[in-house]
């Protein structure tokens, strides 16, 4: 049941951030996470599939944007990606 | 609504520039949060978003009465993350922490403000439709615009799934 996994999903989100032995991947799994639970409740819940083609198109691209941003900015704060400036 | 979705992540956009700019800051002042708050919210909204999907199924079968059901539930579990989200409000600011403490607490305050107004929104949309479901359910012109409520409050949700992480949780643990 989709409402299952999602809950199960924040679960485990919660989990990997309180995991020390993770460090800094944790945070980028859990952004990853995040744009699937994201990703759920576009296509099950909003059905994105029953409306016009180019609305699934632009929630996959915010969904993605969304989720790069979040992950970029957090690898560039630890140094794991060179920062801009 | 696609628009309100896109201000979001120029907001979140802006919050990562900030974050790289203070990453000492955001980091320490994350550490004060209680992710237990967040944490009922998000399981609270997803419960509530799952309540909204069978409002619409129960709409599109003409059934008045299961569709005031699942939009009472969705109701009242908005108005549980409403109760959740003042008393974390209630928490942080009686700890000494306001908008005005960093610039993390101003751009937490910020956000989850700016989506609380949003919940009251989306309850006010719920209450409505509930009201009119015994009379209306079967016509197409209600399930319409039952689904475009449900897209409001799924945005919602989705909003939180990534406020959530993005407040709470990212960087928590170094």
Known sequence: MIWGLLCALTVVSVSLAENAGLRGYASAIIVLIASIKSRMVIVHFMEVGQAAKHWGVLYAAWNAVVATTLIIGYLMSVGVVPRLS | MFIDMVIFQMIFLTFMG?????TAVFVQSQQHLNEAFGFANALILLTSSWMV????????TGSGKNTRR???????????????KLAEYYHTITSGITPASNPFYSYYFFITFIHFMHVIAGMMFIAYFRSVARASAATKRYVTGLENVGLFWHFVDVLWIFIFPLLYLVGRVA
């Open chain 2, 18 to 22: 900030e974050r790289l700019r203070r």
């Open chain 2, 70 to 84: 699942y939009l009472g539930l969705a109701w009242l579990l908005g108005l549980a993350f409403c109760v959740n």
């Open chain 2, 53 to 60: 999907v069978l409002a619409i199924r129960a709409a599109r």
